[in-house]
């Protein structure tokens, strides 16, 4: 090599190009150079938002703190479950305002697809969409993906919409246990529609039917027989289904599957009072039947709040609420209790070896909790 640190090989012409080239760095001005010694680095900590900042920031719409806020609920931090709880509590009198579509369907049906389509015309006709998206989380690693905003690009750059994917956190039917605190953060943030998106697993899904006001099931054609692929059960509790991907030459297979729909509809119970559940065909790649599908649910909001039902679902689901955050609360405070923590792990063995039945177990279980509290 040379002394200026090329090899024989090196285009003399392109002197820049060649990355071993050592160039004489620059004196510092000012003198000798200090170095502290014994320093330890620190990560710059997050300012956390006060309550009333929070507040004021969700009434407003501030779409950063709204985040902050919804986070705050979700957490299962300790030192944040107060803060979430007295949030809650200011928000309550700005909420129920909105209503509530739970949209649920078979994985592949086009859940997000249908959800930024449905969600873009809600916006141009000036409504304020919120999202919850509620994505699985893996039982290995608990994480979720969390790439419902990949998949509604255009959605998620409109001003008017909201979408916040939260994970199951292994709860039954991929419904969040957060999700109804977040869902009352959005509509004091002033959102008129709230969308609730399920991972989709069939019956299980009978938990979002607890939280919103119009049950929405997405199904597809070409799927083997329609009245076998999907269950009963999650048919009766839907106020809509639609057959979705109704375009190009599945357009007439989804009018046809539409039609066998109602048939078998015509059979059922109806999910809410008063109101008669049909199927329809839509397409989100051309957007066709988008606008009869938002007429529908006017003309479901109208019916069920001119006879009385909606305000008894609101309050049969505040009950549901009630006694599903109960519950939530004695698991955790069971789980944590030092006498079933010690104890746990004995009859955990015990029972796999066959020394003792399950029964058994959790009866020691339990007055251990019990006495302990006495």
Known sequence: MTGEQRPEWANPEEPDKFSTVI??????ETGEVTFQKNVRFQKRGSTEPSLDELYEGVLKGDRSLLARAIT??????????????????KLLVHSSKSIRIGITGVPGAGKSTFIEAFGTYLCELGLRVAVLAIDPSSKISGGSILGDKTRMETLARNPKAFI???????KLGGVHRKTREAMLICEAAGFDVILIETVGVGQSEVIIRDMVDFFMLLVLTGAGDELQGMKKGIMELADCLIVHKADGTNKQNAEKTRKEYNRILHFLQPATKGWGTKAYTCSSLTHEGIADIWKVIQTFETTVKSSGVFDERRKFQSREWLYSMITDTLHYHFFHHPGVKNLLPKYENEVITGDVTVATAVEKLYETFINSNQ
């Open 164 to 170: 916040r994917p939260s994970p199951t956190a292994g």
């Open 23 to 28: 160039r004489k760095g620059k004196e510092q």
């Open 72 to 89: 705050l609920v979700e957490s299962n931090a300790e030192q944040h479950f107060q803060k979430a709880q007295a949030l809650l509590q």
